[in-house]
Nanobody
Framework: QVQLVESGGGLVQAGGSLRLSCAAS????????MGWFRQAPGKEREFVAT????????RYTDSVKGRFTISRDNAKNTVYLQMNSLKPEDTAVYYC?????????????????WGQGTQVTVSS
C-alpha cells in the first residue's frame, strides 16, 4: 500500500515555473514506477510524465517535452515534476500515481495508487 500526497501547485503567469512534489508513504517506494497525470476542466485525465524506479528512464507527452522534467529521490520517498515555460494550456489538476507493473506506461489504468491532486493555474 502506498499513500501519495502532492504539493507545489498554485497560480503562475505564462512563462513561469513551478515544481510539484509527491511524497509517498508506505513500503517499497523505490520499487514503483511513478507518473504524473493532469486533468483540465471538462477534459479527460491525460498522461504527462513517468519515471522508472531507479530514475534512469523517463517518458513525456509531446506537449511538455523540453519544458517539464520528472525526477525522484528514493531516499526521501518523493517524486518531482519541474515545470518551466508554463503555458495557459498547462492549467489543470495534476495527479501523482504509482505503478507496480514494472514497465514505463502512459496508461492511467496501469497505475495502482493515486494522490488527491494539486491545482496548477497558468494565467496569460
Amino acid at each position: 500500500q502506498v499513500q501519495l500526497v502532492e504539493s507545489g501547485g498554485g497560480l503562475v503567469q505564462a512563462g513561469g515555473s513551478l515544481r510539484l512534489s509527491c511524497a509517498a508513504s508506505g513500503r517499497s517506494f523505490s520499487k514503483y514506477f511513478m507518473g504524473w497525470f493532469r486533468q483540465a476542466p471538462g477534459k479527460e485525465r491525460e498522461f504527462v510524465a513517468t519515471i522508472t524506479w531507479s530514475g534512469g528512464g523517463t517518458r513525456y507527452t509531446d506537449s511538455v517535452k523540453g519544458r517539464f522534467t520528472i525526477s525522484r529521490d528514493n531516499a526521501k520517498n518523493t517524486v518531482y515534476l519541474q515545470m518551466n515555460s508554463l503555458k495557459p494550456e498547462d492549467t489543470a489538476v495534476y495527479y501523482c500515481a504509482a505503478s507496480n507493473r514494472g514497465v514505463l506506461t502512459t496508461i492511467a489504468g496501469r497505475y495502482d495508487y493515486w494522490g488527491q491532486g494539486t491545482q496548477v493555474t497558468v494565467s496569460s
